[in-house]
């Protein structure tokens, strides 16, 4: 197929990218959303208790798709020969962000209507909660991914502030992931902000490094 | 020496650092460096000592009935299968078979109880469910329990009373509370083991100077402390912290092209990868080892005249922690040598992620034989419950044993893939890569 240099093939590109870069983080993050249900109930749930296979499981999907952007790109042999080609790199990357954080979001809407359907007290809110909980976790993975150059090192970050979470608890104030147990939501927009932010500041980085290499 | 060398390789690289850091922030968190604000102190007569759980049946029949009537009347009932809150909402038939349970235990006629809580006519459609408990149960003088509600009270003026009947034996409310939590799927409160938790009895005077004496004979002290520090460190940083390190270096060779040479060198594979092994396993337990005894010599000069053992941190360093080490570390070595990707970091993330979340209900002391970070999370103010630590410490050498049986099961087959890989017999994951890429070129085959 021949593209025009002018024309960036968006869907082309993220249609490439999922099949041979995100099967992998897509499996394990379905696995995560089925395994959650045999573990802890997702039935019968009122507002608060049903937050917490959101907050506690569910948005670690974040984790799983977000944090392995990079990864491609971070084999040298790849890098330079993707440096090679005229599709920005840096397009690459967002076209994957969104499209990780778009299965992170749809997979958190999904598992929310299927608690819906098993009588739990959910709403769009809750569901929102998770997703801002997710793109949180999953940027601090992609940031440190960016920044060490090494996607294993992202994963670490994440899981450790995961940790802090169960063991500070409300301690961590606006940054507290598992808050909608509690029934307090203010937290969830500094989640998204800041989630936003550390994206936003791992494409940046990752760009400005590719400029200065 | 080889062991050396590769344990500066470790220690010098950009992820170690990570995970010091990474380790001194999960135990800063967990407030290891403040022990001199939790001091043991001595129990004075006239004071309060706290609580104890006992089997005391007048205590534990009323105030087990009151719950499972209110959970019955709501039809939600709370339970733990393994470890996750669960909330529970029985069929219809089911509900009939907890009221007849009920009955046993109130000597109120099945159908009634039916009824009057939970708001179901035998056989009629359209039953309807309303909520009691809270302010709408009542505890009445003799020990059983009216409900009120408005709407029942609509329907029949006078108030129905629960309460077990006079002639109820302990052993059968017991079989029957038995027969509850199997209706439920287990779990439950009311399970025959768990059903001690209703009984709550405060601590006397000479029992908490029993136990305070058990911490300063038993423990000396500074056993305690670490104790606490090892649930702490256990549970947030050295269950799968160490995976990482594991994972990453496992694929530094792959990463800078060096497996191949590696391969042609004369050192055995047994040899090499006990080595890199140890070297881990060492360069992780290092900052640990550091850190339990910063934070255990906090306290060491609040305890002026009595006997402390100053070689309890590195007791229980070794002892509790390192074979959580060891499993972390040799998960990730072996899965990292097997498939040739970061999976380890996935499957020891899973594990490390339940097993958290399972502790939470037994975090006082929680040495289940697959525990991966046992759990006794009692300070000084709890007089760090040295009994149960004594109790449960056949469970817990078990435990720890079997970790580290794993852990160095898991190294040797380590040592065999990479035996293969060597003598060029097994490619990693060849089988899995040539599955995956055949489906991609059938799919481009499709699509040209």
């Known amino acids: ?213 | 020496m080889l062991l050396l060398q590769e344990i500066k390789k470790i220690v010098k690289s950009i992820p170690y650092m990570i995970f010091v850091a990474a380790v001194v922030i999960g135990l800063f968190s967990q407030g290891v460096f403040r022990f001199q604000d939790d001091l043991l102190e001595e129990p004075q007569p006239g004071g309060s000592y706290g609580y104890k759980h006992e089997e005391i049946a007048e205590q534990i029949m009323p105030a087990a009935l009151r719950d499972l009537l209110t959970e019955f009347s709501n039809n939600n009932y709370t339970t733990y299968p393994i470890g996750f809150i669960k909330h529970v909402k029985l069929s219809e038939s089911k509900q009939e078979k907890m009221a007849e349970i009920l009955s046993g235990i109130t000597g109120n006629d099945k159908d009634r109880i039916l009824q009057e809580a939970a708001g179901i006519t035998p056989g009629a459609s359209g039953n309807y469910t309303f909520q009691i408990g809270g302010d709408g149960m009542q505890q009445d003088g003799n020990g059983g329990f009216t409900i009120g509600s408005d709407e029942k009270q609509q329907n029949s003026p006078e108030k129905m009373a629960f309460a077990v009947r006079d002639d109820m034996d302990y052993a059968r409310f017991k079989e029957l509370m038995g027969q509850a939590d199997d209706l439920l799927g287990g779990g439950s409160n009311y399970a025959v083991d768990s059903l001690i938790g209703y009984g709550t009895v405060p601590l006397t005077y000479e029992e908490a100077k029993e136990r305070y004496d058990l911490a300063i004979s038993s423990d000396k002290v500074t056993g305690g402390y670490a104790r606490l520090f090892s649930d702490y460190a256990g549970v947030m940083v050295l269950s799968i912290l160490p995976v990482f390190l594991a994972v990453i270096l496992g694929m530094k060779d792959r990463r800078v092209k060096m497996e191949a040479l590696i391969y042609t060198k004369k050192t055995s594979a047994a040899k090499l990868t006990f080595i890199r092994y140890l070297a881990l396993v060492i360069a992780a337990m290092l900052p640990v080892i550091l850190i339990s005894y910063i934070s255990n010599m906090m306290v060491w000069s609040s305890y002026p005249g009595i006997q402390l053992d100053y070689l309890a941190p590195l007791k229980y360093d070794f002892g509790w922690l390192l074979p959580s080490v060891m499993i972390s570390i040799a998960i990730g070595m072996f899965l990292t040598e097997l498939t040739g990707t970061p999976i380890a970091v996935a499957v020891q993330g899973l594990w490390w992620m339940f097993d958290v979340n399972l502790g939470i209900k037994s975090v006082s002391s929680g040495y289940a034989l697959l525990r991966l970070a046992p759990r006794h999370n009692a300070g000084a103010d709890s007089l760090f419950r040295t009994q149960d630590y004594l109790d449960h410490f056949g469970d817990l050498v078990q435990n720890r044993l079997l970790m580290a049986g794993i852990a160095l099961a898991l190294i040797l087959l380590t040592i065999l893939i990479y035996e293969s890989k060597r003598k060029g017999k097994f490619g990693g994951n060849a089988i899995f890569k040539k599955a995956v890429s055949s489906i991609r070129d059938r799919k481009n085959k499709s699509q040209a």
């Open chain 1, 1 to 213: 197929m021949q593209f025009s240099k002018k024309r960036f093939p968006v869907l082309e590109i993220a249609k490439i990218n999922l099949r041979h870069n995100a099967l992998l983080s897509i499996a394990v993050a379905v696995l995560l959303c089925l395994v959650t249900p045999l573990l802890i109930g997702t039935a019968n749930l009122d507002r608060n208790s049903a937050a917490m296979p959101l907050e506690m499981f569910v948005s670690l999907v974040g984790v799983v798709l977000l944090t392995p952007i990079f990864q491609p790109e971070q084999n040298e042999e790849i890098d330079d020969l993707v440096s090679s080609k005229y599709c920005s790199t840096a397009k690459v990357h967002l076209i994957r962000t969104v499209y990780s954080a778009g299965i992170a979001a749809l997979l958190i809407c999904v598992f929310t209507v299927s608690m819906k359907l098993q009588s739990c007290d959910v709403t769009p809110v809750l569901a929102l909660g998770a997703i801002a909980d997710a793109l949180f976790l999953g940027s601090m993975g992609m940031l440190t991914s960016a920044l060490t150059g090494n996607t294993v090192i992202g994963y670490m970050p994440p899981l450790l502030y995961y940790a802090l979470n169960i063991g500070m608890g409300p301690k961590l104030g606006s940054l507290y992931l598992f808050s909608m147990v509690t029934g307090s939501y203010t937290a969830k927009l500094w989640l998204f902000l800041a989630g936003l932010l550390m994206m936003a500041a791992a494409l940046f980085y990752q760009r400005l490094r590719k400029r200065m290499a």
